[in-house]
Nanobody, 121 residues
Framework: QVQLVESGGGLVQAGGSLRLSCAASGSIFSINTMGWYRQAPGKQRELVASITNGGSTNYRDSVKGRFTISRDNAKNTVYLQMNSLKPEDTAVYLC???????????????WGQGTQVTVSS
């Protein structure tokens, strides 16, 4: 089974920075779109940023200019650089990947376990 493991979350003061990483492992043929989602208490899960295997990126408006998503295909890893963090960024951040898996060949969605990001004022 494919596993996604996030790291890099933690507690940071407003205005600070964090860099999240998500590494995929397992029976992977290739990975199409990868993305970061977040969910805060009492809120719906929302897309933060995504990146295709061709490098096309998409960001929600509230993080544009502050967050940068990138990927290293050789390492099956996606990153989220978060700068100028605000208290409203506080949430569990979850990695998602559309993975092409084998036996049979198909695309399947996988999720990481989530990493907590807390921004204090």
């Amino acid at each position: 089974q494919v596993q996604l493991v996030e790291s890099g979350g933690g507690l940071v003061q407003a205005g600070g920075s964090l860099r999240l990483s998500c590494a995929a492992s397992g029976s992977i043929f290739s990975i199409n779109t990868m993305g970061w989602y977040r969910q805060a208490p009492g809120k719906q899960r929302e897309l933060v940023a995504s990146i295709t295997n061709g490098g096309s990126t998409n960001y929600r408006d509230s993080v544009k200019g502050r967050f940068t998503i990138s990927r290293d295909n050789a390492k099956n890893t996606v990153y989220l650089q978060m700068n100028s963090l605000k208290p409203e960024d506080t949430a569990v951040y979850l990695c998602n990947a559309a993975v092409v898996v084998l036996a049979p060949l198909r695309e399947a969605q996988y999720w990481g376990q989530g990493t907590q990001v807390t921004v204090s004022s």
